[in-house]
């Protein structure tokens, strides 16, 4: 059986596709200047999430990698949704 992901990047993905949900709930739903304030709670509300997993798991090895990569991929996915709200017309 072929393993495609390390275990270690399961929650990383995980908070990734979690912001990409909220962003695309908040482009939906929300103004074009709401939306982008919004993105700002997405992206610490990311960080936060991965924080708390940290504290819940009490693994402390990799905890600034993790930190690394998801603030990484936030920044990522909601760069392009801010670049769509403000090219949509």
């Known amino acids: 059986m072929m393993v495609f992901m390390r275990k270690a990047w399961l929650p990383i993905v995980s908070v990734w596709a979690l912001v990409a949900l909220g962003a695309v709930i908040v482009i939906l739903t929300m103004e ?3 939306a982008i304030r919004s993105f700002g709670v ?10 708390l997993v940290h504290l819940v798991t009490s693994h402390t090895k990799g905890i600034v990698e993790r930190l690394i990569y998801v603030a990484g991929g936030t920044y990522a996915i909601l760069a392009l949704a801010g670049v769509y709200i403000l090219l949509k017309p």
């Open 32 to 34: 074009q200047g709401e």
């Open 42 to 51: 997405l992206a610490a509300g990311s960080i936060a999430l991965v924080s």
